[in-house]
């Protein structure tokens, strides 16, 4: 507890977590405050069990559907939550489950978040890989018949400018069909700059949606003005990114209140922007250097579940990615029912594959198996491995 209310002294003495730093554009749009609306006013533990019959049984969900099958009352129906969601997931998707791997090609930050390894204050060891050092990692790759790259930095724009990250995407493209963005937020110029280098699709996580929460969690750093971050997929859009993706990290707040501001957001702004290709991410808090500041809050593997569940529900058409931060038996399970998209031979450390430079990772990981390993599983599980889904003309 001592720890706890020393985060959130720290936290008061800071700028305003909600008042945009100079050259920080600001999206004229409503969406975060019908979010922050919805998702202050959401108590789980007023939905019942028919609640939750109700949502399951409807033909489209609506806002409060998806706040009943976050509920704990939706507990006990897991199993029938499931079934529904495989039924909509093979609707929509068939049997295909696209595969690809994050690149972190630098872990230089400027950010002090305290359950993040990059954080600048962390004794860890730095590196950032330039660009024959990354076309290197991108060939060893490429060599495992992958085809989409996730291309990760920490958030320095002095180390990792919009310049050096256009670069990377100029590379991928010699490689992969489809080269996605895990990069601190930029203004929709930005953005149209990086779609022209080869950038297709943008995620961001929000973290958690409790801006008191954030504010605590974020004592220092750009990444400290929560408006900022929440408006970056819109800005991407702007911008021409074709797809962006939708994430907090559960295990930081009230995960079922940060699992529905997530779930609101991303359907508000595909209504929005309807030729927007939309995917969630549901990833837990995972141990790193110096973790010990914050106590997550419970966030088992029936209750991840239930998450996935209720967002494919929510949202039939959406992509959802199944972290590797998750074991290789549940992350098995869950691309039989929901999930579309699997990470495959992951390194978080900065130039392991060709073996560069050797910077230390954000997070632990916990499947590590390669590339072939995943893509055994999938056809073992009666699942069609995809590479890529876009054919270039």
């Known amino acids: 507890m001592a720890t706890e209310n020393g985060l959130k002294a720290r936290a008061s003495a800071r700028p305003d977590v909600m008042t945009y730093l100079?050259?920080?554009?600001?999206?004229?749009?409503?969406?975060?405050?019908?979010?922050?609306?919805?998702?202050?006013?959401?108590?789980?533990?007023?939905?019942?069990?028919?609640?939750?019959?109700?949502?399951?049984?409807?033909?489209?969900?609506?806002?409060?559907?998806?706040?009943?099958?976050?509920?704990?009352?939706?507990?006990?129906?897991?199993?029938?939550?499931?079934?529904?969601?495989?039924?909509?997931?093979?609707?929509?998707?068939?049997?295909?489950?696209?595969?690809?791997?994050?690149l972190y090609i630098a872990n230089y930050c400027e950010n002090q978040c305290v359950y993040c390894g990059f954080n600048c204050r962390n004794p860890i060891k730095r590196a950032r890989l330039e660009a024959p050092q990354i076309e290197r990692e991108m060939k060893a790759i490429a060599a495992s018949g992958l085809e989409e790259i996730l291309l990760l930095t920490g958030e320095s724009r002095k180390m990792s400018d919009t310049a050096y990250i256009g670069e990377a995407c100029k590379i991928a493209r010699k490689y992969f069909r489809v080269v996605g963005l895990e990069v601190y937020p930029m203004n929709s110029g930005d953005y149209a700059f990086l779609r022209q280098c080869g950038a297709d699709f943008v995620t961001v996580f929000q973290e958690t949606y409790d801006p008191r929460r954030y504010a605590e969690l974020h004592p220092g750093g750009r990444k400290r003005i929560f408006p900022y971050r929440f408006n970056a997929q819109e800005r991407a859009l702007m911008g021409g990114i074709r797809g962006v993706g939708f994430a907090a990290l559960l295990g930081l707040g009230d995960f079922r209140k940060d699992a529905f501001a997530a779930g609101i957001h991303a359907r508000l702004i595909q209504r929005k922007y309807p030729h927007a290709e939309i995917a969630f991410s549901c990833p837990r808090l995972r141990p790193i250097v110096n973790n010990d500041t914050i106590v997550p809050e419970n966030v088992g593997q029936a209750e991840l579940l239930q998450v996935i569940c209720a967002c494919r529900l929510f949202m039939p058409f959406a992509g959802i990615t199944i972290s590797s931060r998750e074991n290789a038996r549940f992350r098995d399970h869950v691309v039989g029912i929901a999930a579309t998209k699997i990470s495959a031979g992951v390194d978080v450390g900065i130039g392991r594959r060709a073996g560069e430079s050797g910077g230390d990772g954000q997070f632990e990981i916990d499947d590590g198996r390669s590339v072939r390993e995943i893509h055994d599983m999938l056809l073992e599980r009666g699942l069609q491995p995809v590479m890529s889904e876009y054919v270039y003309l």
């Open 22 to 102: 100079e050259g920080m554009e600001a999206v004229d749009s409503s969406i975060m405050e019908r979010v922050l609306q919805e998702a202050g006013a959401y108590d789980a533990s007023r939905y019942t069990g028919a609640d939750v019959r109700c949502a399951l049984d409807a033909a489209e969900r609506s806002t409060g559907d998806f706040a009943a099958l976050l509920s704990p009352a939706a507990m006990p129906f897991l199993e029938d939550m499931a079934r529904r969601a495989r039924a909509e997931t093979r609707a929509r998707f068939g049997n295909s489950v696209y595969l690809f791997t994050p």
